[in-house]
């Protein structure tokens, strides 16, 4: 079983919609939670950092951490095609140390 | 703005030539840098860490004699692909951590891709 599992889509979804975008993990310990998003041919820009359960509120985008599920999530609220990316949760912390453990990555493109 | 800057972010050589890429934080000192690969619609893997001042860790599979790294200042790491052939063409990309907080998430550079003809 992979430390980190993240559906690789890809997600196609109509301009103005909620996306959902969702990690799950095994080992409990982890305590810190990132979303990435990268566009094609760059690197990984940091959307939202969270520490332990709870959810954190960026704009359109919103984080939820579910420690007791082992799940993670990241909210899109009124979709763009600008938000078309690909989009990587990533944890660390606890029993892992310092290093960062990263998803497949989920795939999502917003239709105009 | 960018926290962390990679270059050059386009290579194109032959067979046989050696390239170094270069890897700087520009708003903090970093003590520890990661140098990934990166597949077409995959996702990252860590190739190694490179530690200020001292050898990097390699992860396993990687060849530490083909994948130069040289951590010689807090603000710079270069990745030097020795030798390299056409199955060393990929897109690699460094990031950086704030040493003061090693929960901190890293920040990327925008990644170099590599083409080996």
């Known amino acids: 079983q992979k430390e980190v599992e993240q559906d690789p889509g890809p997600l196609s979804v109509p301009e103005g919609a909620i996306v959902s975008l969702n990690c799950t993990y095994s080992n409990s310990a982890f305590q810190y939670f990132m979303w990435y998003r990268q566009y094609s041919r760059k690197g990984p820009e940091l959307l939202m950092y969270t520490y332990s359960s709870g959810n954190k509120e960026d704009g359109r985008f919103t984080a939820q951490v579910d420690k007791s599920s082992k799940y993670i999530s990241l909210f899109i609220r009124d979709s763009q095609p600008s938000d078309s990316a690909t989009y990587l949760c990533?944890?660390?912390?606890?029993?892992?140390?310092?290093?960062?453990?990263f998803g497949a990555g989920t795939r999502l493109f917003v239709k105009a | 703005g960018a926290v962390v800057s990679q270059h050059p972010s386009r290579v194109i050589c032959k067979s046989g030539t050696s390239v170094k890429i270069e890897c700087r934080s520009l708003d903090f000192q970093a003590t520890t840098m990661f140098w990934y690969r990166q597949f077409p619609k995959k996702s990252l893997m860590l190739m190694a860490t490179?530690?200020?001042?001292?050898?990097?860790?390699?992860e396993q599979g990687v060849e530490k004699d083909k994948f130069l790294i040289n951590h010689a200042s807090l603000t710079l790491s270069t990745l030097t692909v020795t030798s390299a052939h056409p199955e060393d063409s990929s897109f690699y990309i460094c990031s950086a951590r704030s040493p003061q907080h090693q929960n901190q998430p890293q920040h990327f550079g925008d990644g170099t891709r590599l083409s080996i003809l």
């Open positions: 490179s530690n200020e001042g001292s050898k990097a860790t390699y």
């Open positions: 990533a944890m660390s912390g606890g029993t892992g140390g310092f290093k960062t453990i």
